[in-house]
């Protein structure tokens, strides 16, 4: 089937792209165009028609890629218009007469791609991450994992818990053949091995959890230290409401900020201190549960005396223009909300530790919840298949051994995935 969809933003622009994937897609082309021939690759100047009544649409511009070099491995026409809302119809429209020809499902280009071994799920999936990447460090690690990195990871682990099945599958086969002992005893400092990358590559979820969701920072401290104020300095708007009155803040209230190129989840909570007011009560317990859930705790102040020696939390002590510079600790940062003084040391420290918990160099972050899972599943298996003994219980390591091999193919799909491919796609925009 020939699918075809908008695959610019909706909405009024100067330029529309209409895609059009599958073995009918030339031909039409050549019925908008009323042309009969187009070279491959090649961007040509087109009037677009409607097929029936034969008025004209809008000039513009279009290419056809021939298959397989073609994004989704099917013969590939990208039909480029003003980009109207009328025109983007018509166009639409025309393509829908046309026998055969549909509109495309989310994520269906993608789809033909991955059924055409154009890329694999770990590269479509960062296509995902590069079209909805917000900051410098997720378009880095979505750039890299299109590239391959991820996906070369996973074959070789793949490549290997192969081999070994294969030396096993041998020794039950062909037994008469007596397989060298070393080859198969060689086989659990292999599975060691690859159980030692595997938690290597695991220890680095963190990483992940920074891309994907942002690094939180929660502010705490007393009712009316600050803490609303500074989420509005950090965010540059009025997220908070401000007011004199102590526990003003009865709810979490959050904000996302590109700090330094990494995306940071800031949330303003309750204050904390002690009341029999059921609402103020139920604000502090969501306070307590986000500092758990943070990986930065900003404790504010407004007097000195009150500061602590706990070293978990990065300290700030607000209006310094009263204090007169009573406080010289270089580990506390001085701050006046009211005259915006100080801030800039906060985002440091924010950056700072941002740059403590996450390797820019590292190129094979864990950045699906499924990859995690996986992993940890082969790792379970591998397990289980270094208390078999390879020579006298082949049959159950290759059980095991092939728990792993499904466990790691699937995050790739370089195994049957059908039952889960829609899950992967139907986050994906139409056009897509």
Same mark, same amino acid.
């Given at each position: 089937?020939?699918?075809?969809?908008?695959?610019?933003?909706?909405?009024?622009?100067?330029?529309?792209?209409?895609?059009?994937?599958?073995? =009918?897609? *030339?031909?039409?082309? +050549? /019925? #908008?165009?009323?042309?009969?021939?187009?070279?491959?690759?090649?961007?040509?100047? %087109?009037?677009?028609?409607?097929?029936?009544?034969?008025r004209?649409?809008?000039?513009?511009?279009?290419?056809?890629?021939?298959?397989?070099?073609?994004?989704?491995?099917?013969?590939?026409?990208?039909?480029?218009?003003?980009?109207?809302?009328?025109v983007?119809?018509?166009?639409?429209?025309?393509?829908?007469?046309?026998q055969?020809?549909?509109?495309?499902?989310?994520?269906?280009?993608?789809?033909?791609?991955?059924?055409?071994?154009k890329?694999?799920?770990t590269?479509?999936?960062?296509?995902?991450?590069?079209?909805?990447?917000?900051?410098?460090?997720?378009?880095?690690?979505?750039l890299?994992?299109?590239?391959?990195?991820?996906?070369? =990871?996973? *074959?070789?682990?793949? +490549? /290997? #818990?192969?081999?070994?099945?294969?030396?096993?599958?041998?020794?039950?086969?062909? %037994?008469?053949?007596?397989?060298?002992?070393?080859?198969?005893?060689?086989?659990?400092s292999?599975?060691?091995?690859?159980?030692?990358?595997?938690n290597?590559?695991?220890?680095?979820?963190?990483?992940?959890?920074?891309?994907?969701?942002?690094?939180?920072?929660?502010?705490?401290?007393?009712?009316?230290?600050?803490?609303?104020?500074?989420?509005?300095?950090?965010?540059?708007?009025?997220?908070?409401?401000?007011?004199?009155?102590?526990?003003?803040?009865?709810?979490a209230?959050?904000?996302?900020?590109?700090?330094?190129?990494?995306?940071?989840?800031i949330?303003?909570?309750?204050?904390?201190?002690?009341?029999?007011?059921?609402?103020?009560?139920?604000?502090?317990?969501?306070? +307590?549960?986000?500092?758990?859930?943070?990986?930065?705790?900003?404790?504010?102040?407004?007097?000195?005396?009150?500061?602590?020696?706990?070293?978990?939390?990065?300290?700030?002590?607000?209006?310094?223009?009263?204090?007169?510079?009573?406080?010289?600790?270089?580990?506390?940062?001085?701050?006046?909300?009211?005259?915006?003084?100080?801030?800039?040391?906060?985002?440091?420290?924010?950056?700072?530790?941002?740059?403590?918990?996450?390797?820019?160099?590292?190129?094979?972050?864990?950045?699906?919840?499924?990859?995690?899972?996986?992993?940890?599943?082969?790792?379970?298996?591998?397990?289980?298949?270094?208390?078999?003994?390879?020579?006298?219980?082949s049959?159950?390591?290759?059980?095991?051994?092939?728990?792993?091999?499904?466990?790691?193919?699937?995050?790739t799909?370089?195994?049957?995935?059908?039952?889960?491919?829609?899950?992967?796609f139907?986050?994906?925009?139409?056009?897509?």
């Amino acid at each position: 089937m020939t699918i075809y969809a908008l695959s610019t933003a909706h909405g009024v622009s100067g330029l529309a792209v209409i895609r059009v994937s599958g073995h =009918l897609a *030339l031909t039409a082309l +050549k /019925t #908008l165009t009323r042309k009969s021939h187009f070279e491959a690759s090649v961007m040509t100047r %087109a009037d677009f028609h409607e097929p029936e009544s034969g008025r004209l649409i809008d000039k513009g511009l279009c290419v056809y890629f021939a298959k397989p070099k073609s994004f989704t491995g099917e013969d590939v026409v990208e039909i480029h218009v003003h980009g109207s809302q009328i025109v983007i119809d018509k166009i639409l429209h025309s393509l829908g007469t046309i026998q055969n020809v549909r509109m495309a499902e989310p994520g269906e280009f993608s789809k033909q791609a991955f059924l055409n071994n154009k890329m694999d799920l770990t590269a479509i999936e960062a296509m995902g991450d590069l079209i909805n990447a917000q900051t410098e460090a997720q378009l880095e690690n979505a750039l890299s994992q299109m590239g391959g990195n991820l996906s070369k =990871l996973y *074959l070789s682990w793949r +490549k /290997t #818990l192969i081999e070994l099945v294969a030396y096993l599958e041998a020794n039950i086969d062909f %037994a008469e053949e007596d397989i060298p002992d070393d080859i198969l005893n060689n086989i659990h400092s292999k599975i060691d091995k690859l159980i030692t990358e595997m938690n290597e590559h695991l220890s680095q979820k963190n990483q992940g959890e920074i891309l994907r969701d942002g690094y939180k920072v929660v502010i705490v401290g007393e009712p009316n230290v600050g803490k609303s104020s500074l989420l509005n300095l950090l965010a540059d708007r009025d997220i908070a409401i401000v007011s004199d009155q102590a526990g003003t803040t009865r709810d979490a209230l959050e904000c996302r900020l590109n700090i330094a190129g990494f995306p940071v989840l800031i949330t303003d909570t309750a204050g904390l201190r002690e009341s029999d007011n059921e609402i103020e009560m139920k604000g502090i317990e969501i306070t +307590k549960k986000k500092i758990q859930e943070s990986q930065l705790v900003i404790e504010m102040f407004d007097d000195p005396k009150k500061i602590h020696s706990n070293n978990t939390s990065l300290k700030v002590l607000n209006k310094s223009d009263l204090h007169n510079g009573l406080n010289e600790d270089n580990e506390i940062i001085n701050i006046s909300v009211i005259r915006n003084e100080g801030i800039d040391k906060i985002i440091n420290s924010i950056s700072e530790n941002i740059q403590k918990n996450y390797d820019r160099n590292q190129n094979t972050i864990p950045t699906k919840t499924r990859y995690i899972l996986g992993i940890q599943n082969s790792i379970n298996s591998l397990e289980k298949s270094k208390n078999i003994n390879p020579i006298t219980h082949s049959e159950l390591m290759v059980e095991e051994l092939r728990y792993a091999i499904n466990e790691v193919g699937r995050i790739t799909g370089h195994v049957d995935v059908e039952d889960f491919l829609d899950v992967i796609f139907k986050d994906f925009c139409i056009g897509k």
